[in-house]
């Protein structure tokens, strides 16, 4: 396993020998550009798609639709299940993504199957609509919501495995925040409009609107999967099987024991990530404690992925520049004020606080744009072939913070927000103490740990 040591200050040495990083296969230059266009294009459309089931406002809203009053223990499962699906099956699968000689069909099926959840929702809601039932007398719903939300985030951890894997392979370090920037910025002015002007017809029906927006999502991510059609990938030469499944696990406590520099990444962004715990609970927080309206809904995604747009513009030209370490030092400052500046507006510190949530919402737009910036910098401690190991790691412990989910959203219920938001606060702050023992992977020597 090898490692870095302290980098060079010099932006302009990095960035030179992020060119010439022996890391990136020279055979795929050619297809760069193109492969770079069709990664975004892939991403912008995702992001169009996925506007429509945001996790801080959309999906919490349709678990309290269906559920009722006293949903915050359900609305405490769904960060469980986000990460227990974004986690364990990539690291089951890792080495089975590494044995792929081509990485672009995994990542096609994964997008295709991401629409199944989604295209199951949309008829279930419809069904009961037309039938003229209440979703909230039906007791199966619930559980089958959650069977489905996990089958899709179990889709998506393996989707973006092998969307960072493919990135590795087929875009040089210095380039890719370059794709960061352009598919976030981009998905964001696409995806903007298309709430604005959709989302608050849908939601303003009288059953939500849940079966219009979950049909919008499961036709996006089909169009997206078949963009990844039009990728041009050289096959890798794969020598050996995949490990057993049982080896998974150990593979992922040797990585962190070996390279010091990859174990505080994860440590740090296992910190950070705790603030995803905080996701459902804004749109209750506004509803509960600032009396905001249903028809805010709209304004805070809108706000999100606007948010989103820019820090992944900015963050990416950082990245490629200064580096990932200066990137995520960066937005750790800002993801810190997102609970900030809700806590605030929910103790009355404006007149009218919930006109102004959607800062908050703003902020949380960052959150999306940091997980990449960590893997990008997950991708530049490793060779190409233990990409997918790294990658499937690094969201395994991001994920560890969210057994305690069903608890915040407990403790939600029992001592309200303003406690549960200070705490996480100070864990992501925290982490972000922890990135100033991170070294920089482009300025220094490759030496042995």
């Known amino acids: 396993m090898s490692s870095i040591n302290i980098p060079s200050p010099n932006p302009s040495t990095a960035t030179a020998e992020a060119e010439t990083s022996p890391l990136f296969d020279e055979a795929v230059d050619v297809h760069e550009p193109r492969n770079l266009f069709v990664l975004a294009a892939h991403h912008i459309v995702l992001r169009v798609a996925w506007i429509f089931k945001t996790e801080s406002v959309i999906m919490p809203a349709f678990v309290d639709a269906i559920a009722g009053p006293g949903s915050g223990w359900l609305r405490g499962c769904l960060p469980v299940l986000n990460r227990f699906g974004q986690s364990v099956p990539p690291l089951m699968l890792a080495d089975r993504l590494k044995h792929s000689r081509h990485k672009k069909w995994p990542l096609f099926w994964t997008t295709l199957w991401m629409a199944v959840p989604f295209v199951a929702l949309s008829v279930l809601m419809f069904s009961v609509s037309w039938l003229g039932l209440t979703a909230q007398r039906l007791s199966w719903l619930p559980p089958l919501f959650l069977l489905l939300y996990f089958v899709f985030f179990s889709m998506t951890g393996l989707n973006q495995m092998a969307f960072a894997t493919l990135q590795g392979k087929l875009i040089r370090p210095n380039r890719r925040g370059r794709l960061m920037g352009l598919s976030v910025t981009f998905g964001a002015m696409c995806a903007i409009p298309c709430a604005w ?244 992977p482009r300025g220094g020597n490759t030496g042995a740990v």
């Open 197 to 440: 002007f959709l989302l608050p017809r849908w939601l303003g029906l009288p059953d939500g609107g849940y079966g219009f927006v979950f049909a919008f999502t499961g036709i996006g991510f089909v169009v997206a999967a078949f963009i990844t059609l039009f990728l041009i990938e050289p096959a890798d030469d794969i020598d050996g099987f995949p490990a057993r499944a049982k080896n998974h696990f150990r593979g992922a406590w040797d990585m962190l024991r070996r390279d010091h520099n990859f174990r505080r990444l994860a440590v740090a962004g296992m910190l950070c990530m705790s603030g995803q715990l905080l996701f459902p609970h804004y749109q209750a927080l506004a509803r509960e404690v600032l009396n905001a309206p249903r028809g805010n809904l709209m304004v805070w995604v809108v706000a999100q992925n606007a948010g989103a747009g820019l820090f992944g513009f900015l963050a990416g030209a950082i990245a490629d520049r200064w580096g990932n370490r200066l990137a995520i030092r960066l937005e750790i400052a800002a993801v810190i004020a997102a609970p900030l500046s809700a806590l605030g507006l929910a103790a009355g510190w404006l007149p009218g606080g919930a006109a102004y949530l959607w800062i908050s919402f703003f902020l949380l737009g960052l959150t999306p744009v940091l997980m990449r910036t960590l893997m990008n910098f997950a991708l530049e401690l490793s060779e190409p072939a233990d990409h997918p190991r790294y990658i499937s790691t690094l969201k395994l412990c991001m994920a560890v913070p969210f057994v305690f989910s069903p608890l915040i959203g407990l403790l939600v219920d029992r001592a309200g927000f303003h406690i549960v938001f200070a705490v996480i606060t100070c864990l992501i702050a925290l982490g972000g103490v922890m990135t100033f023992r991170l070294a920089e």
